[in-house]
């Protein structure tokens, strides 16, 4: 089970689509594999990357099973839901299949503290038993969680064990966060998105590892790696390695799409379709992203990864 303990890098994982939009079962088996071979200490999948918002329920339960039949590292699900009823369901059913834990973001409609607190009183109370993870992500929500109310969810919520930190900016979160933990709050584990565009600074404030999906994953298992081990300097010549990729990869609304054409290109995934609605991408952009991606590897090649 999830705890407040969790470290490393739980990757967020694509949902593979053949061709015509069904799922495709083979590449979930293929990902789980390379995942795990590319330093992931756990998964986390049916995420807002993942396109849970375009899956049937039957298709997220289905999804659920497969991925956690493939593995022994940890899987945290994603269960948002504009009803808690749905929530539940899915929650229930992954916490079943063998689910580590869940991930919840707010939904839009939550404008003041008071009713971000008492949404995350009401998630512990339908999840019962799941620990769950609090994903912070406002640049998609439009939900603003202070330092201040994430501690509260934590005091009164014994269940919220970790954090999913992708606000932006948001390294002086982290750095409060860590100083209140310090000062006595309960310290739960604090793991950071945004595609890693941050990761060695999240690591130096305080976060645990990395929570996010890249199309080069081993990214933040090599950096995180090379910070535990002290050697910062090994952890910049690695991210610095593979920064143009992460940076043309935040692209809003097309990072997908770059992320599963360069899984594809890999073999780590047959497809890169996304379910529609999800935009392709043209012919320039594909030259664009495979001339980084050569780039990439000359880089990676001279620091002898």
């Not at 998609?140 to 501690?151: A, E, K, R």
């Not at 081990?229 to 910049?236: I, M, T, V």
Request: with cysteine; proline share 5%; hydrophobic share 45%.
């Amino acid at each position: 089970m999830l705890d407040e303990t969790a470290k490393g890098v739980f990757t967020i994982a694509v949902t593979p689509f053949l061709p015509d939009g069904a799922l495709d079962f083979n590449s979930i088996d293929s990902m789980v594999e390379a995942y795990v071979e590319k330093g992931a200490t756990g998964l986390t999948i049916l995420g807002m990357m993942g396109e849970a918002g375009k899956l049937s329920a039957e298709e997220s339960v289905a999804v659920v099973k497969r991925v956690i039949a493939r593995t022994d590292v940890p899987v945290i699900v994603g269960v948002s839901a504009p009803g808690f009823a749905a929530m539940s369901a899915l929650s229930n059913e992954a916490m079943d299949a063998g689910a580590a834990g869940v991930m919840v973001a707010p939904p839009s409609s939550l404008r003041t503290d008071a009713q971000i607190l008492g949404y995350y009183h009401n998630t512990a109370e339908v999840l019962g038993d799941a620990p769950f993870v609090l994903q912070d992500f406002p640049l998609v929500t439009g939900v603003q969680i202070s330092p201040s109310v994430i501690l509260k969810v934590v005091e009164d919520c014994p269940t919220c064990v970790m954090l999913k930190h992708e606000d932006w900016p948001g390294l002086e979160k982290i750095s409060t966060l860590r100083r209140a933990s310090v000062g006595g709050a309960r310290r739960i584990s604090i793991l950071c998105g945004n595609g890693g565009l941050y990761l060695l600074e999240e690591m130096l404030r305080g976060a645990d590892g990395a929570m996010t999906g890249f199309g080069y994953p081993e990214m933040m298992a090599l950096v995180v790696q090379a910070h535990a081990a002290g050697d910062l300097e090994r952890a910049r010549d690695i991210f610095d390695a593979y920064m143009p990729m992460v940076r043309y990869e935040a692209q809003p609304g097309l990072g997908l799409a770059i992320r599963k054409h360069s899984l594809t290109k890999q073999g780590v995934i047959a497809h890169p379709t996304l379910r529609k609605p999800g935009a392709g991408l043209t012919a320039a952009t594909v030259a664009e992203v495979d001339a980084l991606a050569d780039r990439q590897a000359r880089r990676l090649a001279e620091l002898g990864l």
